[in-house]
């Protein structure tokens, strides 16, 4: 929440038509875009309820690893793709609607029921190329995706079988997740990032100054590095793509408490992994209080991205929830 808390701060100083700072120019890379930016990776797309959606893909070892990147301006797959190289696993790397490459979203013209239909896109990827059970990897603010995933039941999905383990990687404080947010506060935010006042304030986070500041302020260890800034500018220009950072921003992905479904729905193995500079550390003991089977792991060197800064240490820690799944059978494939 740090984006709007911010925004709100600096509204009422704003005294002037407002001139966004100027974008710096980020050259097409190939690469980025075919998803081969991985070694022996691929982009593919796939049909789900209308909507076009794509995926970074990596052949590899079973059990499939799904990985959920978070959302913020400019980010979708490629935040994945350090990780990704380093896992000897087959890999899925969905872009959520309205992020990367996948179907541009303008609310005003279709809506979505968050998280729950980021978790149906990732289901329905799930049913087209998957079909075994797999380990899911939820980055911050999209754990309620992962949790959903695991533990979701419906005439189309079964979440216990489907999913074999799940990791949440630098999620938000054990409060947030089990009560979910005000939901008054988050109507209020969603208005406001919504009007043409927000939108403008918006615009002036979308250069590489602010992606560096607030990057270097809130979620590296260290300072960002150029390749971070570059991919978040690239990803940022596409059509509509402020679209689902607006919606995350308000707090709409975390607005419903998932107490109930972390306590009693979720029988698979979960692991949190978190920076070792992250200060929210000490907000999450509620997590291992309440999961069933539960553990945490602490990567030395990082802050709340930990798959971006440290991703040799993260690839080390799913292969561990890997082998917790195996050992418990949750690998086998349903019936």
């Known amino acids: 929440m740090h984006l709007t ?3 709100w701060a600096h509204a009422a100083a704003l005294q002037q038509p407002f001139r966004a700072a100027p974008r710096r120019a980020v050259a097409a890379r190939a690469r980025f875009e075919t998803g081969d930016d991985v070694p022996g990776g691929t982009y593919e797309t796939y049909e789900h309820d209308g909507w076009t959606c794509g995926y970074r893909h990596k052949t590899g070892c079973e059990p499939a690893i799904v990985l959920l990147h978070p959302v913020g301006i400019g980010l979708s797959s490629w935040f994945w793709t350090r ?7 087959e890999v899925y ?3 959520f609607i309205g992020c990367g490459r996948s179907d541009a979203w303008d609310p005003a013209e279709r809506g979505l029921f968050l998280p729950l239909d980021y978790s149906r896109q990732v289901e329905e990827l799930w ?3 998957i079909g075994k059970p797999c380990c899911v990897v939820a980055q911050g603010g999209l754990a309620p995706v992962g949790v959903y995933l695991a533990s979701r039941s419906s005439d189309r999905w079964d979440g216990a079988r489907a999913v074999a383990g799940l990791a949440l990687s630098a999620p938000p404080p054990f409060a947030d ?7 008054a506060e988050v109507a209020r935010n969603l208005e406001f990032l919504q009007s043409s006042l927000g939108r403008q304030l918006v615009k002036l986070l979308r250069s590489a100054f602010f992606v560096k500041f607030f990057s270097d302020l809130f979620l590296f260890a260290d300072a960002c590095d150029e390749a ?3 991919n978040c500018l690239t990803d940022d220009e596409r059509p509509k793509s402020i679209e689902p950072v607006l919606t995350f921003n308000a707090g709409v992905v975390g607005a419903r408490g998932l107490f109930d479904e972390l306590k009693t729905q979720i029988p698979q193995p979960v692991l949190v992994i978190e920076g070792a500079a992250d200060k929210r550390s000490e907000k999450r003991g509620g997590y291992a209080e309440t999961v069933p089977d539960l ?10 991205v930990p798959p971006w800064e440290r991703p040799g240490l993260v690839a080390d820690a799913i292969g561990a929830l890997v082998l917790r799944a195996r050992r418990l059978g949750r690998l086998e494939a349903p019936g």
């Open 93 to 95: 790397a969905p872009d």
């Open 177 to 183: 997740l089990a009560e979910g947010l005000d939901s």
């Open 127 to 129: 049913r087209q190329k």
């Open 228 to 230: 971070w800034i570059s």
């Open 295 to 304: 553990e945490r792991v602490a990567i030395e060197g990082s802050c709340n």
């Open 5 to 7: 808390a911010l925004l």
């Open 83 to 89: 990780v990704m190289a380093e896992l000897p696993n």
